[in-house]
């Protein structure tokens, strides 16, 4: 089965609440369909890392997958203050204001999100009522409240965010060339499992040339300084103003108990957990089973995908 919808790229003024100065947010758009799909990335990647999740929807839907801050073609202020993840949220709501200013809408069909991107989603429709109409979060990093903890036996995080930013922090930024970087990722477990054009894509827009070969576009100062901020936005708290429902997925080989997010599910007004075979990074490593979770959310039945022209 094809699917050749090749993406357009976009970007969109946004004021930083940080600073009150402006940044461009960029993105990647597939796909022509009256309603809008946005996709939201794990912290050090990048809008490309869901193309074949997006090419599979896009004979359906306008798909948008947006750079986060300091990813990809985005604007990257100096970290670390500009990366609290409030800021995070605030640039997706601008960016989907504008969206659904341009063609005439009310709100947004679907957002989902990889791990950090699956917060962003979350808290933008608890803080924006009516913007999105239902939210899917794949393997999010949540941190539980004092009483999930306890119900559920998990001792206190020793070092966690922390030790996960200084490792960031150390990642190599620079190499001779794209096949360098490649040869020298093909056996890390990171990307053990990912898709032979999730890597590609990821090779092409998560690298940015310069004089010395390519550099991450995501500098290891700005993935730091995000995991830095792991906790900062307390779903936990915010759970009962969240009234869309809410998809949280859990990777079978993820790092996330089950408990932890049924626990946050049941907070909400609409929300369910599932459980998809894989690792954290779902869209990069099975796209296809993520664009039918994604499909079926919007209510696409396969009978429905099969007898479409479009795919």
Not at 71 to 90: D, F, I, K, N, Q
Not at 200 to 213: K, P, S, T, V
Not at 217 to 241: K, M, N, Q, W
């Amino acid at each position: 089965m094809k699917h050749d919808h090749e993406p357009r790229p976009r970007r969109w003024s946004v004021t930083d609440d940080a600073t009150g100065g402006g940044l461009e947010i960029a993105g990647l758009e597939w796909g022509a369909g009256n309603e809008i799909v946005v996709l939201l990335h794990a912290n050090g990647f990048c809008a490309a890392t869901w193309d074949e999740v997006a090419r599979r929807m896009a004979g359906r839907y306008r798909v948008i997958a947006l750079d986060a801050r300091g990813h990809g073609a985005s604007s990257a202020p100096p970290p670390p203050g500009a990366y609290e993840w409030c800021y995070l949220v605030a640039d997706v709501d601008q960016v989907v204001s504008a969206l659904l200013a341009e063609d005439g809408g009310s709100r947004v069909a679907l957002c989902a999100g990889s791990s950090l991107g699956g917060v962003i989603a979350a808290t933008l429709a608890g803080e924006r009522p009516g913007v999105l109409a239902r939210v899917v979060m794949l393997d999010p990093p949540v941190l539980p409240d004092d009483v999930t903890r306890r119900t559920l036996g998990l001792p206190r995080p020793d070092g966690g965010p922390i030790d996960i930013a200084e490792q960031a922090r150390r990642r190599r930024r620079r190499w001779p060339s794209r096949a360098a970087a490649a040869a020298g990722w093909r056996d890390k477990p990171l990307f053990a499992d990912w898709t032979e054009r999730a890597l590609q894509r990821y090779l092409e827009h998560g690298l940015r040339d310069d004089a010395h070969g390519v550099t991450l576009a995501c500098a290891p100062e700005v993935e730091a300084a995000i995991f830095g901020h792991t906790g900062s936005i307390d779903l936990y708290a915010r759970a009962a103003d969240i009234d869309v429902p809410v998809h949280i997925v859990r990777a079978t080989e993820g790092r996330f108990p089950r408990g932890l997010y049924e626990a946050l599910a049941a907070k909400m007004p609409h929300g369910r957990v599932s459980t998809m075979a894989g690792g954290h990074l779902l869209p990069m490593e099975v796209p296809e089973a993520v664009a039918e979770l994604l499909l079926q959310e919007l209510g696409v039945s396969a009978t429905t995908r099969r007898a479409d022209p479009g795919r």
